[in-house]
């Protein structure tokens, strides 16, 4: 997005783990987490992508984490905002009134439907946020699980229309490896 910030950022980063056995896990790395980034020293986990993109990006939580990574992933904040509103929305949950300048959010406590600019203004606001980063992680994660469960339902089969919608929303924002993380090199 065109903000007037210069370089590229992370604003969420999840690492998405699956098990030789057991269930998968995934897992957020909050960005303004104090890492170890090859060639720059001690800086906030989300400056390695700022730093060198996502081959960088992708070492860092290597070393962070102690896992490999195997395939990348990238989406777009507009591509978020446009799966919302091809599922036609999602019901979002949060427990206190929120008037945040920075994100644009206006909520009232409860349970509400969200376009796809509400959903994305609800995942992104941390500085209404007592919990910081980390009731961010837990919103973005809320939105994931809501996305999810839209996508998953039957009923998406017999509407194509719907279907169309899902899968152009967003692909113009989404960058992804085909193999391993060798192809980001």
């Known amino acids: 997005t065109e903000d007037g910030a210069l370089g590229g950022r992370t604003d969420s980063i999840l690492l998405l783990h699956q098990p030789a056995s057991g269930p998968a896990a995934l897992i957020s790395l909050p960005?303004?987490?104090?890492?170890?980034?090859p060639r720059h020293r001690l800086h906030k986990l989300?400056?390695?992508?700022?730093?060198?993109?996502p081959p960088l990006l992708v070492t860092t939580v290597e070393g962070l984490t102690g896992l490999t990574v195997d395939h990348y992933v990238e989406i777009g904040l507009?591509?978020?905002a446009g799966?919302?509103?091809a599922v036609g929305g999602v019901e979002l949950c949060l427990d206190y009134d929120v008037d945040d300048a920075k994100s644009k959010l206006v909520w009232t406590a409860g349970c509400h439907e969200a376009d796809g600019v509400t959903a994305l203004a609800f995942a992104r606001m941390r500085y209404s946020d007592p919990q910081?980063?980390?009731?961010?992680?837990q919103r973005q994660q809320q939105l994931i699980s809501a996305v999810g469960d839209e996508v998953a339902q039957r009923s998406l089969l017999w509407q194509p229309g719907r279907q169309v919608s899902l899968l152009r929303a967003g692909t113009d924002e989404v960058v992804f490896t085909r193999g391993s993380t060798e192809a980001l090199n």
């Open 31 to 37: 960005r303004d987490t104090y890492v170890e980034i």
């Open 46 to 53: 989300n400056a390695a992508y700022a730093f060198g993109g």
């Open 78 to 80: 507009d591509g978020v």
């Open 83 to 85: 799966v919302v509103d």
């Open 132 to 137: 910081g980063d980390i009731g961010r992680t």
